[in-house]
């Protein structure tokens, strides 16, 4: 029989640190060919608001993490992005994944999604820190302040110790709520500008899709990631900056069909997925003075192995509860 995973378990079992190199595995799985996975299928119900299916089927291996199953990985994530929830006190993204046991097929767990796509998210992103940032990067800038912001400013520091955190937000409310809410010091910022300006890594977590960042306020050296504007019609880089960076990407074939901000520049524009560069098949940063950009959309199997790692860890603390279907 399946388990049913409200949030609060998967609150309660999920930890970044393991999630962090849970990421890394699916990130490396999906680029070595191990994953099959359809770019994701999505319906536009009107501007900017839409319903996605992202299903994936990993095959099994044996030398591959406990949390990764036995037989491999099966499954799906229904997610929904509405902008204007924000405004009804509700999530703009929410989501529900399923689980199925690979070798018969049958349903094993149906959990929630929101927080495992919130905190993948922020793993993924801190991936693309430890293996395209310099090792000395030292000042981190946030642009947004939301569900986003909040988790990377908890993963991105697992990864390098910075010594500043600065954030911008368009209303002023909420980036002083930020940067007084959290238990690492956040220097709030006048302007985008002002936050980016001399920042080693540059984290883009805003609603925008329209450019939120100008190439003229990025320094030479930087990590920039890039996580929102995952349709065509949008876009949060600046062109200039998208031409001016070494490209990474989270799947090649999703950023071309997909992300605004790289279908203008092509595919050849593309180094390498963070996935080739963490098995070490593509080189990452050739210099300290490379500019390194990460356009993350999202893979289905980051959300599956994130969720057959709350799966494990449920089942391990008798969490959840058991439905018959």
């Known amino acids: 029989m399946p388990l049913w995973l409200a949030e609060r378990d998967v609150r309660a079992v999920l930890s970044l640190p393991e999630l962090i190199g849970a990421m890394e595995s699916a990130l490396v799985a999906f680029s070595t060919g191990e994953v099959d996975q359809p770019v994701r299928t999505a319906i536009e ?3 900017r608001t ?6 994936a089927y990993q095959r099994p291996a044996y030398e591959r993490p406990a949390y990764d199953g036995a037989h491999g990985i099966l499954g799906a994530k229904l997610v929904t992005v509405f902008p204007e929830n924000a405004a009804r006190g509700l999530h703009t993204h929410l989501a529900a994944i399923s ?4 070798q018969t097929g049958e349903l094993t767990a149906v959990m929630d999604g929101r927080y495992i796509t919130e905190l993948r998210t922020a793993a993924a992103s801190a991936v693309s820190v430890r293996h395209l940032a310099r090792e000395d990067a030292a000042i981190l800038a946030i642009l947004g302040s939301g569900v986003q912001a909040r988790s990377h400013l908890e993963a991105l520091p697992l990864v390098r110790p910075f010594r500043e955190i600065r954030a911008w937000s368009p209303t002023p409310e909420h980036l002083r709520e930020f ?3 959290r238990a690492s010091p956040v220097q709030p910022a006048g302007s985008a500008a002002d936050a980016v300006r001399g920042a080693d890594v540059v984290l883009i977590a805003t609603n925008a899709v329209t450019p939120a960042i100008d190439n003229a306020w990025v320094a030479d050296g930087a990590h920039v990631i ?5 349709r065509p019609s949008q876009r949060e880089i600046d062109a200039a900056l998208v031409a001016r960076a070494t490209l990474f990407v989270d799947s090649r074939a999703a950023a071309v069909k997909e992300s605004g901000d790289v279908i203008p520049h092509g595919g050849e524009h593309i180094r390498a997925e963070l996935g080739e560069v963490v098995c070490g098949r593509k080189p990452g940063r050739r210099s300290a003075e490379e500019v390194t950009l990460y356009k993350s959309l999202g893979l289905a199997i980051e959300d599956l192995t994130a969720a057959a790692l709350v799966y494990r860890r449920a089942r391990e603390q008798g969490r959840g509860l058991t439905v018959n279907l």
């Open 179 to 181: 940067a007084s809410a």
């Open 50 to 55: 839409f319903f996605a299916s992202m299903p």
């Open 226 to 230: 890039a996580i929102g504007a995952c």
């Open 45 to 47: 119900i009107h501007d």
């Open 99 to 102: 689980l199925f046991d690979a």
